[in-house]
C-alpha cells in the first residue's frame, strides 16, 4: 500500500514511526518504573520527564530526517529522473555526482552507465539522421509535386477521419474551420452527398463524382471519391491554383498511423499514446482572469507523439480596449497589432473547432483556460476539454523540490526556446508541445499508462495548481 506513495513521503513516515515508537517505549519505561516504585509516588515528575523526553526526541528526529531528506532522499529523486529522461527521452543530461555524494558509488556508477548509453545512442542518432534527411528531401520534392497539380487530395481511414492532406486540400478545408489530421470529414462538409457516393462504389469501383457542400451550404466544390478497401478513402476535390492557396505554402500533412482507428475509449481509460493534444498559450492585457482579456493565441496540435508538422493556430485578438504598455513590454503586442484582428469571439470560435475532441495542454492552465471559460458565452461554446497542466506533469516526473516554470523545464528536458519567441503565444505554445513530447514517454515509464492514471497522479500536487478535470 505504501509503495503509491513517493520516497520522501514514505522516509518521512519513518522517521515518524520512529519518534512514535521511542516515545511508546519511554513511556512503557517510566510506567514500569513508576509501578515498581514505593505506594504513593507522584506520578508528576515522571510525566515532566516523558514529555521533555518526548519533546526532545520529536525534535532529534526531524533534524536528523532533515539532513536524510536533503543529502539522501533528494538526491535520490533527481538522479532517479535524470536516468529517465536519459534513457526514455534522448536528452543529454550529466549525473549530478555532487549533490548525490552522500550515496557512494551509487552516483558515480550512474554516471558510467549514461557515458555509456550515450555514445551507443549518437552512434544511432546519426544513422537516423541521415536515414531522415533522406525521407524528408523525397517528401519535399512530393510536396512540390502535389502542391502544382490543381486537386487537393485528402486520404480518409474506415472511420472518416482526415490521415493525409496537401496543401490545395488544407487551402480548400481552411475556408471552412482550421484543417487538422484525425478530423472527421463531417467536420467540414455535409455527409449526406458523401454517404451516397459511397453506396454508389458497389455498381462502379472506379471514382465516383460527389457534390461537397459545408454545412451552412455556402461553398461548394466538385470532387471524386475512391475507395482504397481496408484503408479508407481517397478524396479528390478539384480547385483553381489560382485562388486555393490564401493560406500560404504548406507541407504534406499525414500520419499513416491513423489508418488504423484506435478503438474510442472513456477519455479515463484511454492510453496517452492514443490521444490528441493541443498545448497552447495566450498572451493577455494583464494577469488578472476577471478583468484583463487575451490578445494573441497561439497553439499546435500533437499526435502519436509527435508535433504535426504544419498545423498552427496564430492569431492576435482584438481586446475592445487599448493594451497597457506594461503588457506590451512583456509580451511585444501593440494595439496597431490588434486593431484590424478578429474579437475573442471570433478568434475563440476558430480555437475551440482547432482544439475539437483534444486534450488542452497549458502551462499554468488555470489561468489560461480561465480566461477562456471567463467568455464562453460570448464564444457560444463551452471549454470543456479535459486539461493538462505542465507544471504538474512536471512536478509528477521530478518532484515538487523543483523549479516548475517554463524556462526551468525547457532548460531541464533540452528544449530550444529562442528568446525573440518567449512570451508569445506561438512561442510558449511550442515550447510546451515539445516538453509535452519528452514528458509522455517519462510518464509511461512510471507506470502512467492512460489519462485516469495521470490525473490521479497530477492531483496529488494539488496544493502546486488546481487540476481542471472533473
Not at 548509453?117 to 539522421?129: G, I, L
Not at 491554383?241 to 500533412?253: D, E, F, H
Amino acid at each position: 500500500m505504501l509503495t503509491s506513495l513517493s520516497l520522501r513521503l514514505r522516509i518521512f513516515l519513518f522517521f515518524c514511526l520512529l519518534a512514535a515508537g521511542s516515545a511508546a517505549l519511554a513511556a512503557g519505561a517510566l510506567a514500569f518504573g513508576w509501578s515498581r516504585g514505593d505506594a504513593g509516588l507522584p506520578t508528576g515528575p515522571f510525566l515532566t520527564a516523558f514529555i521533555a523526553f518526548t519533546f526532545l526526541n520529536t525534535g532529534l528526529a526531524l533534524g536528523v530526517w532533515l539532513l536524510f531528506d536533503e543529502n539522501v532522499a533528494k538526491p535520490i529523486t533527481r538522479l532517479s529522473a535524470d536516468l529517465r529522461l536519459r534513457a526514455h527521452s534522448g536528452v543529454a543530461c550529466d549525473v549530478d555526482t555532487e549533490a548525490a555524494r552522500y550515496l557512494g558509488d551509487l552516483a558515480p556508477a550512474a554516471s558510467a552507465l549514461t557515458e555509456t548509453m550515450s555514445s551507443s545512442v549518437m552512434d544511432t542518432a546519426a544513422q537516423v539522421a541521415r536515414e531522415t534527411q533522406r525521407l524528408k528531401s523525397e517528401s519535399e520534392r512530393l510536396t512540390a509535386l502535389l502542391t502544382e497539380i490543381p486537386i487537393a487530395t485528402i486520404l480518409l481511414n474506415p472511420a472518416q477521419e482526415i490521415v493525409l492532406y496537401d496543401a490545395q486540400a488544407a487551402a480548400v478545408l481552411a475556408q471552412i474551420a482550421p484543417p487538422r489530421l484525425k478530423a472527421p470529414l463531417s467536420d467540414y462538409f455535409d455527409m449526406g452527398a458523401v454517404a451516397e457516393a459511397m453506396e454508389a462504389f458497389e455498381p462502379a469501383p472506379g471514382p465516383v463524382s460527389v457534390r461537397l457542400q459545408d454545412a451552412t451550404a455556402s461553398l461548394h466544390f466538385d470532387a471524386r471519391l475512391k475507395a482504397l478497401g481496408k484503408d479508407g478513402h481517397m478524396l479528390m476535390i478539384d480547385v483553381d491554383t489560382a485562388q486555393s492557396a490564401p493560406i500560404g505554402q504548406r507541407p504534406l500533412v499525414f500520419d499513416f498511423d491513423l489508418i488504423t482507428a484506435a478503438e474510442t475509449k472513456e477519455i479515463r481509460e484511454t492510453a496517452l499514446c492514443d490521444l490528441c493534444y493541443v498545448p497552447f498559450d495566450s498572451e493577455t492585457t494583464g494577469l488578472s482572469i476577471e478583468t484583463d482579456d487575451i490578445v494573441q493565441l497561439g497553439a499546435v496540435r500533437v499526435l502519436n507523439g509527435r508535433i504535426v508538422e504544419g498545423e498552427v493556430l496564430n492569431t492576435y485578438v482584438n481586446p475592445g480596449r487599448p493594451i497597457p504598455s506594461a503588457s506590451t513590454a512583456i509580451h511585444r503586442v501593440t494595439d496597431a497589432d490588434v486593431a484590424d484582428a478578429p474579437d475573442i469571439a471570433t478568434a475563440g470560435r476558430r480555437f475551440h473547432h482547432f482544439a475539437r475532441d483534444a486534450v488542452l495542454v497549458a502551462h499554468n492552465a488555470p489561468f489560461d483556460i480561465g480566461l477562456l471559460r471567463r467568455v464562453q458565452g460570448e464564444m457560444g461554446v463551452e471549454w470543456d476539454h479535459p486539461v493538462l497542466d505542465t507544471v504538474l506533469l512536471s512536478a509528477v516526473v521530478f518532484g515538487t523540490t523543483e523549479d516548475h516554470s517554463l524556462d526551468a523545464l525547457c532548460d531541464r528536458l533540452a528544449v530550444s526556446l529562442p528568446e525573440a519567441l518567449r512570451h508569445t503565444a506561438l512561442g510558449d505554445a511550442q515550447a510546451t508541445a515539445e516538453a509535452l513530447v519528452r514528458l509522455l514517454p517519462l510518464l509511461e515509464a512510471k507506470g502512467i499508462r492512460t489519462f485516469g492514471d495521470l490525473v490521479d497522479a497530477t492531483r496529488q500536487h494539488g496544493r502546486l495548481l488546481e487540476d481542471l478535470n472533473s
